[in-house]
């Protein structure tokens, strides 16, 4: 972008880069400093500094690497003031400025500052409402406002939080790497939620795809670091086949596009065959495995008429027994109205929403007026579709639905 740009533009400009490179500075210097507040500080003035120069100076050509050197420099300043020793003050001069890190050849380390922050936010000796407030904010970059609403807590008591777990991690000696032997399988669940949590940031309607990148990437070094453990595979699979759709997810106009209705020859084919033979390799049937295998289900069908539903139906019934929660048995309803009819979805619908916990879940409507449709009930479904669009905040997931309304209502 040339010097002069519009404000607008430059601010879109700062924001896209800081997706992709806050997180990466804030894990490289929390390695470097062992500061947490330090490195988030520094971060967001490095942003803060782009906004201010680029509009003059126009967007670097490696605009992540521009923000680590700033960044970096502003620690390194910070560092001095405060007379830290000599070490750390040699150890961050030696970073490097480029955003730009390839991934490791075969035999290489494959542990990189974010997989050791991952593991660093999910230990044991944090609560686990901490470990993911602590995730979203320090590996997602998520604002602590936007935390707070999700946690519903007020932004003062996340923000308290917040610093409360940066205080834990330091005053209990937590070492910033990928533990080994019976600690790293302690807190592997942990971390593959956390990636998961990330890559459905990066995926959902209003995502930034990013995240979902930077999932997909960090499951593969986790798989390369943990070659024997089905459960990373089976991760690192679903992630690939879901991540596989995302040039068909929209239309030219940038509507949503249901998965029944894309084009299929757009999906990423050699990231669906990456994913089989990630799949290929798992041996046990955890929550992970499941939902793999029903990812599977939909990546290799031609069409959606070709879709085995028993099959994506007897997985969810084994994924309901592991993992019951609401959305799986909202999810279950779906494919057994898929393969046995829409009568016997509605009845599985009805019985996910005892005890109230799809209540005010947008999704759940939806699903109700697309079984509801398949029985012939035109009106009320349209009805139902417009019920849905009212209670999403996403303009994209409201669109969707309100066009689908108004063809049954046509």
């Given at each position: 972008?040339?010097?002069?740009?519009?404000?607008?533009?430059?601010a879109?400009?700062?924001?896209?880069?800081?997706?992709?490179?806050?997180?990466?500075?804030?894990?490289t210097?929390?390695?470097?400093?062992?500061?947490?507040?330090?490195?988030?500080?520094?971060?967001?003035?490095?942003l803060?500094?782009?906004l201010?120069r680029?509009?003059?100076?126009?967007?670097?050509a490696?605009?992540?690497?521009?923000?680590?050197?700033?960044a970096?420099?502003?620690?390194?300043?910070?560092?001095?003031r405060?007379?830290?020793?000599r070490?750390?003050l040699?150890?961050?001069?030696?970073?490097t400025?480029?955003d730009?890190?390839?991934?490791?050849?075969?035999?290489?380390?494959?542990?990189?500052?974010?997989?050791r922050?991952?593991?660093t936010?999910?230990?044991p000796?944090?609560a686990?409402e901490?470990?993911?407030?602590?995730?979203?904010?320090?590996?997602?970059?998520v604002?602590?406002?936007d935390?707070?609403?999700?946690?519903?807590?007020?932004e003062?008591?996340?923000t308290?939080?917040?610093?409360?777990?940066?205080?834990?991690i330091?005053?209990?000696g937590?070492p910033?790497?990928?533990?080994?032997?019976?600690?790293?399988?302690?807190?592997?669940?942990?971390?593959?939620?956390?990636?998961?949590?990330l890559?459905?940031r990066?995926?959902?309607?209003?995502a930034?795809?990013?995240?979902?990148?930077?999932?997909?990437?960090?499951?593969?070094l986790?798989?390369?670091?943990?070659?024997?453990?089905?459960?990373?595979a089976?991760?690192?699979a679903l992630?690939?086949f879901?991540h596989?759709?995302?040039?068909?997810?929209?239309?030219?106009?940038?509507?949503?596009?249901?998965?029944q209705?894309?084009?299929?020859?757009?999906?990423?084919?050699?990231?669906?065959?990456?994913?089989l033979?990630a799949?290929h390799?798992?041996?046990?049937?955890?929550?992970?495995?499941?939902?793999?295998?029903?990812?599977?289900?939909h990546?290799?069908?031609?069409?959606a008429?070709?879709?085995?539903?028993?099959?994506?139906?007897?997985a969810?019934?084994a994924?309901a027994?592991?993992?019951?929660?609401?959305?799986i048995?909202?999810?279950?309803?779906?494919?057994?109205?898929?393969?046995?009819?829409?009568?016997?979805?509605?009845?599985?619908l009805?019985?996910?929403?005892?005890?109230?916990?799809?209540?005010?879940?947008?999704?759940?409507?939806?699903?109700?007026?697309?079984l509801?449709?398949?029985?012939?009930?035109?009106?009320?479904?349209?009805?139902?579709?417009?019920?849905?669009?009212?209670?999403?905040?996403?303009a994209a997931?409201?669109?969707?639905?309100?066009?689908?309304?108004?063809?049954?209502?046509?």
């Amino acid at each position: 972008m040339r010097p002069g740009a519009p404000a607008g533009a430059v601010a879109e400009a700062v924001a896209a880069a800081g997706v992709e490179a806050y997180p990466r500075i804030v894990a490289t210097l929390i390695r470097v400093t062992g500061d947490w507040a330090l490195a988030e500080d520094c971060a967001q003035e490095a942003l803060t500094v782009a906004l201010e120069r680029w509009p003059a100076d126009g967007v670097p050509a490696n605009p992540g690497g521009w923000l680590m050197t700033v960044a970096r420099n502003r620690a390194l300043d910070v560092l001095r003031r405060a007379t830290v020793e000599r070490r750390k003050l040699h150890d961050l001069a030696l970073l490097t400025p480029s955003d730009a890190q390839p991934e490791p050849e075969v035999g290489e380390d494959v542990v990189d500052d974010r997989l050791r922050l991952i593991f660093t936010c999910c230990h044991p000796a944090l609560a686990m409402e901490a470990r993911v407030a602590l995730t979203l904010r320090t590996v997602c970059g998520v604002p602590t406002a936007d935390i707070a609403r999700l946690l519903l807590v007020t932004e003062s008591t996340m923000t308290r939080r917040l610093t409360r777990a940066r205080t834990r991690i330091a005053q209990a000696g937590i070492p910033y790497r990928v533990p080994a032997g019976p600690a790293l399988t302690e807190r592997l669940p942990g971390v593959l939620g956390v990636l998961y949590l990330l890559f459905t940031r990066g995926y959902v309607a209003n995502a930034e795809p990013a995240f979902a990148d930077e999932a997909v990437r960090l499951a593969r070094l986790l798989d390369r670091l943990m070659p024997g453990q089905s459960e990373v595979a089976a991760l690192l699979a679903l992630c690939l086949f879901q991540h596989s759709r995302r040039d068909a997810r929209r239309d030219a106009a940038g509507n949503l596009v249901t998965l029944q209705r894309q084009d299929r020859s757009l999906w990423d084919h050699a990231a669906v065959a990456e994913g089989l033979e990630a799949l290929h390799r798992v041996r046990h049937d955890g929550p992970y495995a499941w939902q793999a295998r029903i990812a599977a289900c939909h990546a290799t069908s031609a069409s959606a008429d070709d879709t085995d539903w028993p099959t994506i139906a007897r997985a969810y019934d084994a994924l309901a027994d592991i993992r019951p929660s609401p959305v799986i048995a909202l999810n279950r309803a779906v494919a057994h109205g898929y393969a046995y009819g829409p009568a016997v979805g509605l009845v599985l619908l009805d019985a996910a929403r005892v005890g109230g916990g799809l209540d005010g879940y947008p999704l759940a409507v939806a699903v109700e007026a697309d079984l509801v449709a398949r029985q012939g009930d035109r009106r009320r479904a349209a009805g139902l579709f417009r019920e849905a669009a009212a209670m999403v905040g996403s303009a994209a997931e409201r669109r969707a639905l309100l066009d689908r309304a108004d063809e049954l209502a046509a």
